[in-house]
């Protein structure tokens, strides 16, 4: 069986023309990230608290616990299957933020890893690409939904 060296670590980044507080808001507070990201939230993000966030046209969930919260500067929850993500928001001027968002712990073969990997940078990019057209310009482009439309659940 194959192996990695290196387990890989994802990382998505993108500069958002909105001032920190803003910028972080939109992940901690799912009255804003169900607009360009997942459909539901049991609640705010609150560090030590496990929240539910769905994905309703996929028809799947998933559990995180929020395991730090530095308002407007850095937020790590880790999944139910124990990967871990970290969003690091950086000022760069009073109405820039640059997002880093970095996804790593991925288990399994190597080409399970290697997919997981792939699939999450494609996927916290587009979550970025929302976020930013969400944000700049009050545009909800649908990215996350419209990915893999055959995939959505039968109503």
């Given at each position: 069986?194959?192996?990695?060296?290196?387990?890989?670590?994802?990382?998505?980044?993108?500069?958002?023309?909105?001032?920190?507080?803003?910028?972080?808001?939109?992940?901690?507070?799912?009255?804003?990230t169900t607009k360009f990201w997942f459909t539901k939230?049991?609640?705010?993000?609150?560090?030590?608290?496990?929240?539910?966030?769905?994905?309703?046209?996929?028809?799947?969930?998933?559990?995180?616990?929020?395991?730090?919260?530095?308002?407007?500067?850095?937020?790590?929850?880790?999944?139910?299957?124990?990967?871990?993500?970290?969003?690091?928001?950086?000022?760069?001027?009073?109405?820039?933020?640059?997002?880093?968002?970095?996804?790593?712990?991925?288990?399994?073969?190597?080409?399970?890893?290697?997919?997981?990997?792939?699939?999450?940078?494609?996927?916290?990019?587009?979550?970025?690409?929302?976020?930013?057209?969400?944000?700049?310009?009050?545009?909800?482009?649908?990215?996350?939904?419209?990915?893999?439309?055959?995939?959505?659940?039968?109503?």
């Amino acid at each position: 069986m194959e192996t990695l060296n290196q387990a890989p670590v994802v990382k998505a980044e993108m500069l958002i023309r909105k001032p920190a507080a803003q910028v972080f808001e939109a992940f901690a507070d799912p009255a804003v990230t169900t607009k360009f990201w997942f459909t539901k939230s049991s609640g705010k993000l609150e560090v030590g608290k496990k929240i539910r966030w769905e994905w309703e046209m996929y028809g799947v969930s998933d559990e995180l616990i929020v395991t730090a919260l530095e308002p407007n500067k850095r937020i790590r929850i880790e999944w139910s299957d124990g990967t871990v993500t970290e969003w690091i928001f950086t000022p760069r001027t009073e109405n820039e933020t640059f997002v880093t968002i970095i996804n790593s712990g991925f288990s399994g073969d190597t080409d399970a890893i290697v997919s997981q990997a792939i699939d999450s940078m494609g996927g916290y990019t587009i979550v970025l690409c929302g976020l930013k057209a969400l944000l700049e310009h009050n545009i909800r482009l649908n990215l996350v939904a419209d990915k893999a439309p055959d995939a959505h659940v039968q109503k």
